[in-house]
Every structure is written in C-alpha cells, then in structure tokens.
C-alpha cells in the first residue's frame, strides 16, 4: 500500500530547490507534450522558448509581459505572507484599470503633468477598493476570502463589459466594446524605440525594491512573517490579525490596481473587454515559484511571460492553439505542488504502523 509519511523536518535546500526542479520537470513534460500533438519535440522547443528571444524587440516584449506578474504577484506575496489568500487579483487588476480610464477619459483634453500620476493613484485606488470588499468580510463576518475574492472577479469582468457597452463606449468606434484612444499625455513614456515597453517597467522594478524592504526590514513585515508561520505565536505575541488582513489586501489590490493601469496606458492605449490576459491567476503561480521573495519573483515573473509569448509563437509556427501557454502554466504548478509535496512527506510502501 502506498502512504505519504510525513517527515520529521522539511529540507531548507530542497525548499529553494523544488521550484528549478519543478520547472525542469516542466521542460521535460513540454518535450512529451510537443510529441503527443504529432511535432517534432526539438523543434517545438526551440519555437517556443528561444523564438521569442531572438531579438530585441522580442526581450522587450518579454519585460513588457513580465511587468504586470512582478508588480501583481509582489502584492499576493505580502497577503500570502501571512496566509491572507487573496485569490481575486484579476479583478483588482481589472477595476484599477477602469479607474485609470475614467481619469484618462475625463481629462482628455488635458495636456497636464500630473495625468500620469494621477492615473497611477486612480489605479491603485480602484484596486484597493475592490480588494477592500473581500478584506472587510473576512474581518467582520469570517468570510472565507479565498470565495470572496475570487467570486469578485466576475463581477469586475461584467463590470467592464458594461462599461465599455456603454457609459465608457467610444462614440466614433462603430459600435465595438472599447473606450476612445487615450491622448499622448495619458500614455506611458516607452523605454526602448521601436517596442512596446514602457516606464511600468521601473515602477514594477521600484516595488520589488520596496516589497523586499518591507517584508525582510519592517517591523509589519516581520509580524507578517510570524503570522504566516506561526498563528499561535503571532496571537501569543500580541500581533493584530485582523490589521495583517487588511495590510495583505490593500497592498495586494494596490499593486494589482497599478498593473492594470499600466495595461490600458501602456500597450492598450484603451479600455476594451480584453484588458487582462488572466494577469491576477499567472502571478499566483509566480508568486508560489519565486517562494514569495521579490528577488526569485522577477526571475520568475521572466519565466512566465516566456510561456506567454511562446503560446504565441507556437500557434504561428507549429500551427497550435495559443492556449498552450496555459497548458505549460498547469505543468508548471502542478510540477511545483507534487515537488512540494516531497518535501514535506516521504513515500513509504506496506501498511500503516499502528501505536
């Protein structure tokens, strides 16, 4: 009979290694992948993750895609910390860009300097808002927020539909669910000439800065830290639950809410119904690789919008859907669970002992 025995103590090494495991055992699985869809598994290797890094534009591409995972999963990674399982960043990510709209299309006509900030504290406080309601339910009435959160997510995609149906929709856009054209003033300066990425690059770069001050250098850092490996004593020690909630939440709904401000100024240029790529669900996976450390989630946060672009290029030149990239991000979790799951148990054969 096959059990899982748990161990004694967790492997410190194995838990630093378990993610480069798991994305090896991932690359391995893609091989077989590429053979059960009738490809040449090489080829569609190197399709997928060398094409899209062939050029310049292709790298920028890649910390364009990788901007919003580093700037959503540093938030998740604060809430996590604490186990605060804020699962509804999509949603945050979503109405942090609609208020980022809403500024961009009020003052339109404004050639002003303060468009751009404003659009980013606009971004932010719509994130915040809507991470509020699963924060406030949880500490009120024990809601599970994992439910909560996540229920909020369809919310806030129905939300945007509407909008872009109606009060949002571009008069002179033939009838298509998307806003006008922002002005130049309301759009991202661009960092490198001839590509896409823009200045949400450092603002994602600045957070993981002051994500990793926060969590290994501040006293609400180090509470949260307690509380995310000790409940007993973090409640021993006199720390507030319910405050480590709220810091989870709104830090989390924040910097979700300036990724997707950076989406619409950035490469949209407008708000449509395709404003998120489930951005909010890939920063999960990347902020449970990276080990909810700032420094492993920009690494990871690379490797993720690799799996992004390389959907993209599979379907252009192996003729397969785009979707695979999802499929990859499944092997990736999945890989990281099972190695996980090693670590903290061991295989054992035979019947169980009794006492």
């Not at 605060?84 to 339109?108: D, H, R």
């Not at 509020?132 to 997510?153: D, K, Y």
Request: hydrophobic share 55%.
């Amino acid at each position: 009979m096959l059990r899982l025995e748990p161990r004694a103590e967790a492997s410190r090494l194995m838990g630093y290694l378990s993610p480069l495991i798991a994305v090896l055992l991932m690359l391995i699985g893609g091989l077989a992948l590429f053979a059960a869809l009738g490809k040449d598994p090489v080829e569609g290797f190197r399709v997928y993750f060398f094409n899209p890094l062939r050029d310049l534009y292709g790298l920028s591409e890649l910390l364009l895609k990788a901007t919003p995972l580093m700037l959503i999963a540093m938030g998740l990674a604060v809430g996590f910390r604490a186990n605060v399982w804020n699962i509804g960043a999509e949603g945050q990510f979503i109405m942090g860009g609609v208020a980022a709209s809403a500024i961009a299309l009020y003052f339109i006509d404004s050639e002003s300097g303060w468009l751009l900030p404003g659009m980013v504290l606009a971004g932010a406080l719509g994130g915040m808002a809507w991470a509020a309601i699963p924060a406030l339910l949880r500490t009120l009435f024990n809601t599970n927020e994992i439910l909560t959160s996540l229920m909020l997510v369809y919310i806030a995609q129905l939300g945007v539909s509407w909008l872009v149906h109606g009060p949002m929709i571009d008069p002179d856009g033939f009838g298509f669910p998307q806003s006008k054209m922002f002005e130049d003033s309301a759009l991202l300066p661009v960092l490198v000439e001839g590509a896409r990425l823009n200045a949400a690059f450092l603002l994602a770069l600045s957070a993981l800065g002051v994500g990793y001050l926060f969590l290994q250098r501040s006293f609400m850092g180090f509470q949260m830290r307690v509380a995310g490996e000790s409940e007993a004593a973090a409640r021993y020690a006199g720390f507030a639950a319910k405050r480590m909630v709220w810091v989870g939440f709104l830090v989390g709904g924040g910097l979700a809410g300036i990724a997707g401000m950076a989406e619409v100024a950035g490469p949209m240029g407008q708000l449509t119904t395709h404003l998120s790529n489930n951005y909010g669900f890939a920063a999960i996976i990347v902020a449970f690789v990276a080990r909810l450390n700032p420094v492993g989630i920009f690494f990871a946060s690379l490797l993720m919008a690799l799996l992004y672009l390389g959907g993209e290029q599979a379907q252009q030149y192996l003729g397969l859907p785009s979707s695979i990239s999802n499929v990859f991000q499944g092997l990736l979790l999945m890989c990281l669970l099972a190695t996980d799951v090693l670590i903290n148990y061991r295989i054992r054969w035979g019947a169980r002992e009794l006492a």
